[in-house]
């Protein structure tokens, strides 16, 4: 696999109070004209092409601040959906890291299928090792999850797996890179248990736990948000599924 990219991740009102209590600007980012060609790519498959507009994949790229030539991890990549969209997104100057946990692969043989797949991208290097040690490349521009931060907190999983991925993050980035987090939104104050009884988790335990792990939140959008989500149903009722009440936070890793 080829291997090269840059993330030109420009600063957007650094916050440096701790705690839940800091608060970032809530974003609803433009889809600029500069991603149409990235979602356009002739590599993403059609079924990916019908879902942009639902999961507002413009606006999401825009928010994350890809940019041509970056290295960016797709972190938990499951069917590979927007480590296909960052391929093109970042061009051949890039490089994008796809990590599927072993966890995963093994409990489901179509994401070990989905992690060859993109492994087939010139640009693209799979990499697999257990949830609670991902082994990321050092120097990255932009780690990147979608709805699967809740995973991080399965009762099947170590106590403190989320700990230890969000410090492999923080030590994967750049000085000034971003950790961009997308999950289903659980009702405030949802115990971690929600995580395997609705696969959702509450926004400020996520604010919690990576700005212990030495972050900054940079931003957060409402994008995704959906006031009819009574949050407290699982993901994959057929009455909500495909339609759940999403945030998206940006951390930034300190210069």
Not at 133 to 152: E, G, I, K, R, W
Not at 154 to 179: E, H, I, M, Q
Not at 192 to 212: C, F, G, N, Q, Y
Request: net charge negative; glycine share 6%.
């Amino acid at each position: 696999m080829r291997r090269s990219v840059i993330l030109a991740a420009a600063a957007v009102l650094a916050l440096s109070a701790a705690g839940c209590s800091q608060e970032a600007p809530k974003e609803v980012a433009a889809a600029p004209a500069g991603y149409a060609a990235a979602l356009a790519e002739p590599s993403r498959p059609a079924e990916d092409r019908a879902r942009d507009a639902a999961r507002h994949t413009e606006e999401t790229l825009a928010f994350a601040q890809v940019q041509p030539g970056q290295t960016i991890v797709d972190m938990i990549i499951g069917g590979g959906y927007f480590t296909r969209v960052f391929s093109a997104a970042v061009g051949p100057e890039g490089r994008v890291i796809a990590w599927q946990p072993a966890e995963l692969i093994a409990y489901q043989a179509s994401y070990g299928e989905s992690l060859t797949a993109v492994d087939s991208l010139a640009n693209v290097d799979a990499l697999r090792s257990p949830r609670a040690a991902p082994v990321f490349p050092a120097n990255v521009d932009l780690v990147f999850t979608a709805q699967n931060y809740h995973d991080l907190h399965l009762k099947a999983n170590a106590a403190d797996t989320a700990t230890r991925v969000n410090a492999a993050v923080f030590s994967a980035l750049k000085p000034g890179g971003l950790y961009v987090v997308i999950d289903h939104n659980a009702a405030a104050g949802a115990p971690l248990t929600t995580s395997d009884t609705l696969h959702r988790i509450d926004i400020e335990t996520v604010k919690r736990e990576v700005l212990a792990a030495g972050f900054v939140l940079d931003g957060e959008s409402e994008v995704l948000a959906n006031a009819a989500d009574p949050l407290t149903t699982s993901v994959f009722d057929p009455a909500i599924q495909g339609r759940t009440s999403q945030f998206i936070l940006r951390f930034r890793k300190p210069a």
